[in-house]
């Protein structure tokens, strides 16, 4: 093994460092160490993530456990072949193998219309801030909502269109990715994001648009009474991964069915400013005659960001997002949150969070981010946990 593992770093880095084309960029999702055979017209990337965050929390009554803690570790790679594009993204966090993204995609140019099909395993389009890198955020970590809510990674394939005034990603996707659910045949999903962009240029760039999802679940326990007991879990941590505990924001809901996704979104760039947000609402149809309730639970966020220095703020087109520092700056960023998971019948605790930080990049590799959050809980089953304050601060090295 220890041989097999030095003759794979070995051939690793004697491509990357002998590859006359092999150079880096920033903190986006494209792996940045690049190796082209120009005789066969395939061009190879392998890249590589690390971060790592201290947190320090003060709870009122209930315990967080500060500290430090390696939040993300992966390796990633892909290959280019004329339109033709395969990506793999591996995580080691916690010493474990956790399969991220991999998928391949076929494009087709014309002019100014763009054509991406897609297959594998990748997050659901029906999300902005899922279907943006967390080496991208320019927060330590997602909004409570879309943690809780935005759909994740699923199996399937996806068609997405887009050109200077229009985008639109949708796609069709399995329950499970593995086929290992203890009972039932897998149901499906569909999903979809629709944004029109008024304009898109050096200075501004504008877009508002809508997202959508409908899944069917069909597997879970099986019953004494023959019947498949189906689930559905929404969950988000308090916005910190150092202690990722969910027990503030948690619910599960027995003889769930059906569920609908809906949301609007808005992302406004200028070269040293941006501001994005969103609104998301989850529709939960439980299986009839069980005597519960259908559940809805909504949420939302907003967020911005200053540069003090740097190379401008950049809008990712292809996927509709802000990307990464572009290199050395510093920034400085805000966001409100909220979520909801109060419902009929079901505690699944709320919370308004606000959150100011900074972010400085040393160079298109590495960086650090330091933020102080202020969390409001409202939850039952923790009555004397009302006020949270967090500061936590993030090293992050990528390549």
């Known amino acids: 093994m220890k041989k097999f593992l030095k003759c794979t770093v070995v051939v690793a880095c004697t491509a990357v460092f002998t590859s006359q084309s092999a150079f880096a960029q920033d903190f986006d999702t494209n792996p940045t160490a690049k190796i082209d055979d120009a005789k066969e017209d395939l061009h190879f990337t392998v890249g590589a993530r690390l971060m790592a965050d201290a947190a320090y929390y003060n709870v009122e009554e209930s315990e967080m456990k500060s500290g430090m803690a390696m939040t993300d570790a992966r390796i990633r790679t892909s290959m280019t072949f004329r339109n033709w594009y395969l990506y ?29 099909f897609k297959g594998g395993y990748y997050n659901d389009p029906a999300t902005m801030a899922n279907n943006t890198s967390r080496g991208s955020l320019h927060f330590i970590s997602r909004a409570a909502a879309a943690n809780a809510l935005s759909p994740g990674r699923e199996l399937g394939f996806s068609y997405k ?69 189906t689930t559905h879990t929404l969950a988000s941590s308090v916005e910190t991964y150092v202690d990722g505990n969910k027990q503030f924001l948690s619910c599960t809901l027995p003889w769930a069915r059906h569920s609908v996704y809906a949301g609007i979104e808005a992302l406004y760039r200028r070269p040293k400013f941006f501001a994005r947000g969103e609104y998301m609402l989850k529709h939960i149809h439980r299986k009839s005659g069980k005597g519960l309730p259908d559940n809805t639970f909504h949420g939302g966020y907003v967020e911005a960001g200053y540069l003090l220095f740097g190379n401008p703020y950049r809008y990712n087109r292809k996927e509709s997002v802000i990307s990464g520092l572009g290199g050395k700056g510093f920034e400085l960023s805000a966001r409100y949150s909220y979520l909801n998971l109060k419902d009929e019948g079901v505690e699944g605790g709320a919370m308004h969070s606000a959150t100011v930080g900074g972010c400085l990049a040393f160079n298109r590799f590495f960086q650090v981010i330091l933020e102080y959050s202020y969390n409001h809980i409202d939850n039952s089953a923790y009555p004397l946990d009302k006020n949270m304050h967090i500061v936590q601060a993030r090293m992050m090295f990528s390549f």
């Open 88 to 116: 793999a993204d591996f995580d080691f966090t916690k010493g474990k193998f956790s399969q991220k993204n991999i998928f391949v995609q076929y494009s087709i140019d014309r002019g100014e219309n763009h054509h991406t």
């Open 161 to 229: 269109f887009y050109n200077r005034h229009f985008f639109a990603n949708q796609g069709a996707f399995a329950e499970n990715p593995y086929n290992d659910q203890p009972n039932g045949a897998q149901g499906f999903t569909l999903g979809g994001r629709w944004l029109y962009i008024p304009r898109d240029d050096s200075h501004t760039s504008l877009h508002i648009g809508a997202s959508a999802r409908y899944a069917n679940t069909s597997t879970g326990e099986r019953t004494a009474e023959g019947e498949i007991l």
